[in-house]
């Protein structure tokens, strides 16, 4: 079994920034490919907008590009979203998921945390 936990959301101002963590435990972090993804009020959970394979490969949707980043740090079984230039429609709750393999259906990964809010409002 491999655990989850996202931690680092909160309230922030349009424009400002947020690093969100998803640590691990159980079992080895970097034989999983983790996908972020999240879920805005009254709509459904979309993602994963941003990957880290286990590769060591990292990617985001072209449309986040430039202000969402994705790392990881395997020896503190972490991998990290950071968020720049937030907007009111980043509010969401975010969700670290892993799976085996890179997929972009959700149903492919296997493990979930249980997500942290990020609020974006003046």
């Known amino acids: 079994q491999l655990q989850l936990e996202e931690s680092g959301g909160g309230l922030v101002q349009p424009g400002g920034s947020l690093r969100l963590s998803c640590a691990s435990s159980?079992?080895?972090?970097?034989?999983?490919?983790i996908g972020w993804f999240r879920q805005a009020p009254g709509k459904e959970r979309e993602g994963p907008f941003c990957t880290s394979k286990f590769s060591g490969a990292t990617s985001c949707v072209d449309s986040l590009k430039g202000r969402f980043s994705v790392s990881r740090d395997s020896p503190k079984k972490t991998v990290y979203l950071q968020m720049n230039s937030l907007k009111p429609d980043d509010t969401a709750i975010y969700y670290c998921a892993a799976g085996f393999e890179y997929s972009k259906f959700e149903p492919e990964y296997d493990y979930w945390g249980q997500g942290t809010q990020v609020t974006v409002s003046s």
């Open positions: 159980g079992r080895n972090l970097d034989r999983y490919t």
